[in-house]
């Protein structure tokens, strides 16, 4: 069935310092990707998406490439801030129904 | 801006009573879930909805069932609370065709049974 696979966290970084979470998918078709962010205390937020191989999803700083050679989706921040800190999560939907599939979570933390 | 709201934000219940957990979606989404997340497992797909008075099993439905009278409100519902049911409880909604479109989140319950 389908599935996604994240890194592991706790990560913690330096403010300023190059980010990168690994996501890796299973999914039969053509998935749609997505990176959710959630905040303490509160919801999950869409953070960025792709809809098909190649393309690249961009917001806040934060970038991810739709890689179907590879099925991975890695997110990737060139300075992260503190104000980054939370836990992301990534995502797909595949095209054959309305069920989205998550990983399991990376919390990121950005000390100054 | 879309909205999807919980009716509690924090409830404390005892075991072996029955709680219910309300969400509401202004986005007219035909789609609606219910979620629990745990620490290091991520979210789980209790039970989802793609159409008023329509519900599927998600991954973990046992303990649980789900009411949808109106297009813009999804219950969940613990028939008899057991401690094992203490998470956070997150409600999401989407278009139908939702292979291209983001889910929406509320802002979670989180449920303590005791």
């Known amino acids: 069935g389908d599935s996604v696979t994240q890194m592991e966290g706790p990560v913690t970084l330096s403010e300023e310092a190059f980010l990168t979470i690994n996501c890796t998918y299973t999914a039969t078709g053509y998935p749609s990707l997505f990176w959710y962010v959630q905040y303490p205390g509160e919801g999950l937020q869409l953070l960025l998406k792709a809809t098909k191989a190649d393309d690249k999803g961009s917001n806040k700083g934060f970038e991810a490439t739709y890689r179907k050679e590879t099925t991975s989706f890695h997110l990737e921040k060139g300075s992260v801030q503190v104000s980054d800190s939370a836990v992301y999560f990534c995502a797909l939907n595949s095209n054959t129904g309305n069920q989205f599939y998550f990983g399991t979570g990376t919390s990121l933390t950005v000390i100054p | 801006d879309v909205k999807v709201t919980q009716s509690s934000r924090y409830l404390v219940k005892r075991t072996g009573e029955k709680v219910f957990l309300e969400c509401v979606q202004d986005m007219d989404h035909e789609n609606m879930f219910w979620y629990r997340q745990d620490p290091g497992l991520g979210l789980r797909l209790i039970y989802f909805?793609?159409?008023?008075?329509?519900?599927e099993k998600g991954d973990i439905p046992e303990g649980y069932s789900v009411s949808r009278e109106k297009k813009e409100r999804f219950s969940l519902i613990l028939e008899s609370a057991s401690t094992n049911q203490t998470s956070m409880y997150l409600c999401?909604?989407?278009?139908?065709?939702?292979?291209?479109?983001?889910?929406?989140f509320g802002p979670g319950t989180r449920l303590t049974v005791t």
């Open positions: 909805s793609y159409d008023v008075k329509m519900k």
């Open positions: 999401a909604s989407s278009r139908l065709l939702a292979e291209r479109y983001e889910q929406y």
